[in-house]
């Protein structure tokens, strides 16, 4: 394949990787008025997000054996069809129920697209350096739609209703159709090894239940439905182990785990993604119902992270050329702990300065180890496996995400909640003509807060904006501090684990 080539195949898996990182945060922008509209509750807001991350993670491995097998080309093209469908599906939704269920759906193309993107990449740049290079590529332009889904939902909303960031899909998804037709190659792994459908089933059940656990159990508490699931990620995950140790031809072997490169690479990528989409999660509330920005300035707001994460991707690989991948991992690591140490410090009347600060660090950490992180894993598995490492990686991704939304969103609301009644109590006989009804969706959340105070004096709307402002900031520090703790965690076990230089495995 020529160098042209070569690079216009990065140029279309880009295009297709773009259009479901932007979906990713296009959303986030759209919550408060899709509260407001579809009368969602906070933990159907969390479905909003959440449906998509748990369906792509249990679908990732099977998907990415497909690819191999069958044809990564066809697995890229099959998965933005699906999505393409179930965003137009969602953009006519009327009820939240049907939404989440779309996003499920979308969730289940974007498990062939993403992995289908970087193994492509990886059949077309055998070269290490040219390799690491495009990799970079590849994470900046996944950082740079971050940070324009945000942006571009904001500009939607502004004149739109909600159901705008669903129809902005469609006609991106056929734009890649055609291109991926004409210019991206199709491959396959020779060997066509027969396909493990007990180890995906098991993989798929199990990885479904996790998620669906860590998204519950903050708010439903220990519940026969929480047990139950809990219980069922344990056993389908152990058996999951089990069966994969024994087959002739597993899902995921399980002597990866033994390569100290692999379980670094993907302890690293899960950290990424736990603190992106943490953080992207409420964030976007605190600067619209906090510092009263609109859904578009809150879009240009978040923009710093996205830049720091686009350009230091782009320079990561020649970095860690000149002073080794594990320096680089555990400096952007190290970063994204400052950063967020730094948003710790925010209070409801902070300049924005502060805010851009904050994002712009932990956006260039999260640039720094993103690429090395992935080609850590990629390097880890022969070539021709080349969709099972991707699907590793993005679905290490995913879980981190997903983890990053139910754990730090969920001490977000714990500690909004916890203030509230702390207010409330102190309030005394001086609420006890306040309806039941207002109390309770004070107590549900910010974006619930916010709904009634449009329906009060300007002088009572002022006081109980205070309140839940500094509510929600209250719990968003502790969020921050969490987040911080577990980035340094992350960069201690890269600086024991990372290896200096990678070397990838014998094909």
């Known amino acids: 394949?020529?160098?042209?080539?070569?690079?216009?195949?990065?140029?279309?898996?880009?295009?297709?990787?773009?259009?479901?990182?932007?979906?990713?945060?296009?959303?986030?922008?759209?919550?408060?008025?899709?509260?407001?509209?579809l009368a969602a509750t906070t933990s159907e807001l969390q479905w909003v997000v959440d449906a998509y991350s748990v369906m792509f993670a249990g679908t990732l491995l099977?998907?990415?054996?497909?690819?191999?097998?069958?044809?990564?080309?066809?697995?890229?093209?099959?998965?933005?069809?699906?999505?393409?469908?179930?965003?137009?599906?969602?953009?006519?939704?009327?009820?939240?129920?049907?939404?989440?269920?779309?996003?499920?759906?979308?969730?289940?193309?974007?498990?062939?697209?993403?992995?289908?993107?970087?193994s492509i990449l990886a059949q077309a740049f055998t070269n290490r350096d040219e390799r690491a290079k495009a990799i970079g590529i590849w994470a900046a332009v996944a950082g740079a739609a971050v940070g324009l889904g945000p942006i571009v939902g904001g500009a939607l909303l502004e004149r739109f209703s909600w159901s705008s960031v669903f129809w902005v899909n469609p006609p991106l998804v056929v734009l890649a159709l055609i291109a991926t037709w004409f210019i991206v190659p199709e491959s396959k792994d020779p060997a066509r090894p027969r396909l493990d459908l007990v180890g995906a089933a098991l993989s798929t059940v199990g990885l479904?239940?996790?998620?669906?656990?860590?998204?519950?159990?903050?708010?439903?508490?220990?519940?026969?439905?929480?047990?139950?699931?809990?219980?069922?990620?344990?056993?389908?995950?152990?058996?999951?182990?089990?069966?994969?140790?024994?087959?002739?031809?597993?899902?995921?072997?399980?002597?990866l785990f033994g390569?100290?490169?692999?379980?670094?690479a993907i302890v690293s990528v899960g950290l990424v993604y736990f603190a992106l989409m943490g953080v992207m999660f409420f964030l976007p509330q605190y600067l619209q119902l906090v510092q009263g920005f609109s859904p578009l300035q809150s879009g240009f707001g978040v923009l710093p992270g996205a830049l720091g994460l686009f350009s230091a991707s782009l320079v990561s690989p020649a970095l860690a050329a000149r002073w080794g991948a594990r320096t680089i991992v555990v400096s952007g690591l190290l970063l994204v702990s400052v950063g967020l140490v730094s948003a710790t410090g925010l209070t409801t009347s902070s300049?924005?300065?502060?805010?851009?600060?904050?994002?712009?660090?932990?956006?260039?950490g999260l640039g720094l180890v993103l690429?090395?992180?992935?080609?850590?894993?990629?390097?880890?598995?022969?070539?021709?496996?080349?969709?099972?490492?991707?699907?590793?990686?993005?679905?290490?991704?995913?879980?981190?995400?997903?983890?990053?939304?139910?754990?730090?969103?969920?001490?977000?609301?714990?500690?909004?909640?916890?203030?509230?009644?702390a207010d409330l109590a102190a309030a005394g006989d001086a609420i006890?003509?306040?309806?039941?009804?207002?109390?309770?969706?004070?107590?549900?959340?910010?974006?619930?807060?916010?709904?009634?105070?449009?329906?009060?004096?300007?002088?009572?709307?002022?006081?109980?904006?205070?309140?839940?402002?500094?509510?929600?900031?209250?719990?968003?520090?502790?969020?921050?501090?969490?987040?911080?703790?577990?980035?340094?965690?992350?960069?201690?076990?890269?600086?024991?684990?990372?290896?200096?230089?990678?070397?990838?495995?014998?094909?």
């Open 1 to 37: 394949m020529t160098s042209r080539r070569r690079y216009a195949v990065l140029i279309v898996v880009s295009l297709a990787l773009a259009l479901i990182s932007l979906d990713n945060t296009i959303v986030n922008v759209a919550l408060p008025q899709l509260q407001e509209e």
């Open 62 to 118: 099977l998907a990415g054996a497909l690819g191999d097998r069958f044809g990564r080309r066809r697995a890229l093209m099959i998965g933005l069809v699906v999505f393409g469908a179930a965003s137009a599906a969602g953009g006519m939704a009327s009820s939240v129920e049907v939404l989440i269920a779309c996003r499920a759906v979308m969730g289940i193309g974007g498990a062939f697209i993403m992995p289908a993107t970087l």
């Open 208 to 255: 479904v239940a996790l998620v669906m656990t860590v998204v519950e159990v903050p708010d439903q508490g220990i519940t026969a439905v929480t047990v139950s699931l809990a219980a069922t990620a344990v056993v389908a995950l152990t058996c999951f182990v089990l069966w994969e140790r024994h087959v002739a031809h597993p899902l995921l072997p399980m002597n």
């Open 259 to 264: 390569q100290s490169l692999f379980r670094v």
């Open 351 to 364: 300049a924005y300065a502060h805010v851009g600060l904050s994002l712009g660090l932990m956006g260039l």
């Open 371 to 421: 690429p090395q992180a992935t080609n850590g894993i990629l390097s880890s598995v022969p070539q021709q496996k080349s969709g099972l490492g991707s699907a590793v990686n993005d679905g290490m991704g995913e879980l981190g995400g997903s983890f990053g939304v139910a754990i730090l969103g969920s001490i977000v609301a714990v500690f909004y909640r916890n203030a509230i009644d």
């Open 432 to 507: 006890a003509g306040v309806p039941t009804s207002t109390i309770d969706a004070v107590r549900e959340s910010l974006a619930s807060a916010a709904l009634i105070m449009r329906q009060l004096p300007d002088s009572d709307a002022e006081m109980l904006r205070s309140a839940t402002g500094s509510a929600f900031v209250s719990g968003m520090g502790w969020a921050f501090a969490l987040g911080a703790a577990i980035a340094c965690a992350g960069a201690v076990y890269a600086w024991l684990s990372f290896p200096r230089q990678m070397v990838a495995v014998a094909e």
